[in-house]
């Protein structure tokens, strides 16, 4: 991984951190104490900020203020942090532990665990639709309608209740790449998507980011999965849930090829950056990142 991304990246982190530490309720009035609390504690966990970063990394490429840019960060992590509580809980993919850390449900109770997902997920457009977030509420719209696309029955949801519905099945490639675009993919291309929605962007090049994305999302799914199946190896307990009855793309195409196909992806996704020359040079790095990484 090249330094400046490493780097980046971390500062990332700490921006968000902060950022959301701000949004997040206080949980000061004893009502709203313990949901403030789970809602802190699983959006405020170290997670790697991968969305956060290609919406912030997007935004400079369309000249979007850093505020802008941090509202629409933050409601995506947000997002992606309810969607993370949901799949842990004992009816999804039942995992105890998440982010190094026990799962919200285990730390606090499922109830608990359930409205803070929905709790966090509304506090996302209620943050989308905040005047900070841009001075024209066209663009607000789009922003709310195309994260609510990406996140519902058409995107991450749809694709969740596919996986659910696919244990023990024998799924093609071309039904594996379809899920995982719905479950992961829509997410990740909405992340950049944001960028360039709040700089105004022409259609062509929104699609050249969504592209970038799209790529980015499958060739880190199949990551993931040569790393569930590293882990299945060497007894990583963390890593070693239920995927043995999922299909994967090591179901579907063999560790050798899956390794291929995430390179060639990666390769794929940056030839969509071109366009945007030096300006891109950490999305750039980011494409390889994304294959590279160990956990
Ligand atoms: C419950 C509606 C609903 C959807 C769940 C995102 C998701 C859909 C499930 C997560 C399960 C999972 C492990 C999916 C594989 C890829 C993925 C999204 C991993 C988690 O994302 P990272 O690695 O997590 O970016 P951090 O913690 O770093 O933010």
Redesign the pocket.
Known sequence: MGGDLESVLEEVSSLLYEYMDELLPSGRSPSEARLAEAMRYSALAP????RPFLTLETAKLFGVSKESALQAAAAIEFV?TY??I??DLPA??DDDER?GQPSCHIKFDEATAILAGDALLTLAFEILADDSTHNSNAVKVELIRSVARASGHRG??G??MIDLRSDNKKLSINEIIHLQRL??GELFAVSCDAGAILGNAPPNLRNMVKAYAHDIGLSF?IT?DLLDAEAANDDDSERLHKSENKPTFITALGKRKAKEQAKILSEQAKDHLKVFGRKADLLQQLASYIVDRKF
């Open positions: 997670g790697k900020r991968l992606h969607s993370l949901h799949d999804m993919d982010r991450m949801v694709g969740q479950k992961t799914q993931d």
